[in-house]
């Protein structure tokens, strides 16, 4: 029986076809495997290759001067119509092949340079776009890329080409959130994703796309060894030589692929990532958590850690980090700024509170810019720039989601400063308010917000992109603070532009200032941020099926698995789990703790306002497992100090070889994401009426009594150290939650190994 039988059968049996000529027909697929031997001196260039049989179960072949028998499972997949799951093994039986690698081929005909590929944290839309290759951290350099309505600009990444010539990439499983790849067929408004494992027993697959000349078909490549032919990538350079190295076969070794195909209706871009978000985890080995440290004694540490080493008492503010460099001193938004005082206002000490209060007599007026936005960055704490003075023409450019993180986050702490009874100064009020208009100024003027924005006349310099995504956010919670209806009619516009500009397109860019338009998870979040928001004060299902729709697509950011790191790295000595942990953009490909910077609050409010649980489990993965990255004296982190947070999880080789599963030493904008974490995320969400309990804190939970009235649990603490747990039980989804939700919830103060029951009445 053909590879494709026995399935295929098996899905076609009701339509008087075979299953080979359905999914053939339906799919436009058909699956090859090759040996491969390649020349490493002149970086892993491809000198012989053999086509491997599959139209046997157990084939036998050779190569040059070696012989493998093939052997082949096929299997239909539980509650899937169109899906295939396969486990295909070579064994080489007599002789050897030296510098060598297996590949299978699944061969996509009647291809269109059209159709939506995907890479999960990768490639979105193949990368095919206008490409520059610019060292870190790049800013657009030629007048000719510069201005208001240019395309979307990337750098020099893995991608598809944008026109003619080789079209290809190369990388590795760990390269992306989920080891899988995806595409859109425009013309038949088919979807295909190919999920595999991370590798066998030679480490990690190599995962590929090819396009032919004329680009009416294309290959989607598995490879064992990596062999990633001629170029790997390293930071903003898709042209760096290989250094990947093949394999010498001998007889008795054995190479094992497993992975599965799925086939699926696919009448928008939306659906590929729909089906993404239902089948991500399916392969997954391990998807297990483990606890560490609680979020109270996380919020302590950093706290102090905040006051000890980023208080500057001189002039009183926090600075991002360690002050190495100005965008280590200060910078308004994106990496911590006015984001990191919203925690330490929270739950901070006396003294933490009135160092915030410093921070923000010391931010107004001054650290507004006269564009009417806030200042980009600054050092020393009476030196403010526009944007990254390294780069003359630059100095100005001001990142607009700066702008838009400070407005959402100060209104945020002008709400808890009235629940706390603390008077918000009229002078800090009147600043964040102009930064409001400006920013309603922009989007009148331009019907869209650019990505940076001149800090002296406030013109759009670069535009597109979506880097204001968080601004319809902070627009909609303006309105309400400020009591001004414009701010919401505006923020409902932009978000309209975002949706039908960037959303529906599956493609979100701008939010990291220094990965140029590269697709990244921040604005992808801050999409998501915003929409919710919106439906959360308008009540119009327009915006909460857009935020389903940001969801799904920021989901593909958010790694889905337990990355099996080798026993000698500093993660595979410290048993790290990778799940849940978010990759950055597709130019820096790492992955980090948390959203940069955010809670991912907005995840549980559509869980809220949904029921559905997808948003509840991605939510628990990301703030659950953030905690293990926090250097403490019980929880060691390498060689990083006590309170930092480093945002590098490498899960590939992007900073060259011997990368993968390394510490380096740095206090990051994840400390942030960490302490909003611990005030945004209930550590314990009790619901029940449905019997629901989810341990987002670093808990264990048991259920000892589950009847019509009663839901009872016991709750028990594993670490070292006293958990003080932030329970919110939640009775009724129709009641809207207002900012600072979780301010005066009770806490739950459980002792080392201690362990407590409690019993919840349904209603």
Known sequence: MSLLSLNTFLIAQNTGHTKKDYFQQKYKLTIAAH???YNYNRYNQLTNQKTVNLNAPDSKTSFLHSGWQVTMQEQPVKNETDALDYTIIFSCISGSMHSASI??????KNWNENNYVLLPGAVYNGNRYQWRRISYSPKLQNIKDIGVDKQIIINDVPKLNDSSGISRIQVRSGNMSTPAIGFRDEKTENGVWLLSDQGNELGDYGIGIEEMRNRNSAIITLTSPVVRELFSYTPANAHAPSWDIPKNFKKGDKVTFHFRIYGFNAPVIQSLFDKFSFIRKDLSRDSSSKNTLPYSECMQTLEKKFNTQNFVPSFGYYSVGMRENFLQDWQIGWTGGMISTYPLLFSGSEETKKNVLRNFDWLFPNGISPSGFYWDAGQKGNEWFGGDVRNPHTKNWHLIRKSGDAVWYIIKQFMLMDKMGITVKQSWKDGNRKVCDALVHLWIKYHQLGQFVDAQSGDIVVGGSSSGAIVPAALTLASVYYQKPNYLNTAKEIA????SNFTQKGISCGGPADALQGFDSESSYALLESYTTLFEHTNDKVWLYAAEDAAHQFASWVVSYNYRYNDSTA???????????????????HAAPGICTASGLALLKLYRFTNDIF????????AHNITQYLSHPQHTFGNESTGWVSERINLTDWEGPGTIGYILPLSTW?????????????????????SRVTAFDNVNVKVIKDDSNFYNIAITNPSAVTAEITLLVDQDKAVPWLENRLFSTDKLKLEPGQTIEMSFKKK
């Open 35 to 37: 040996l491969n031997q």
């Open 103 to 108: 590949s299978l081929d699944i061969i996509a």
């Open 496 to 499: 309209a532009y975002l949706n």
């Open 571 to 589: 993660f595979g000595k410290l048993g790290i789990k990778t799940i849940g942990t978010v990759y950055a953009n597709i130019q820096n490909q």
């Open 615 to 622: 948003y509840l489990n991605l939510l628990k993965d990301i």
């Open 670 to 690: 994840a400390e942030t994401s960490l302490m909003l974490t611990t005030i945004e995320i209930p550590g314990l969400y009790v619901e029940p009426s449905l």
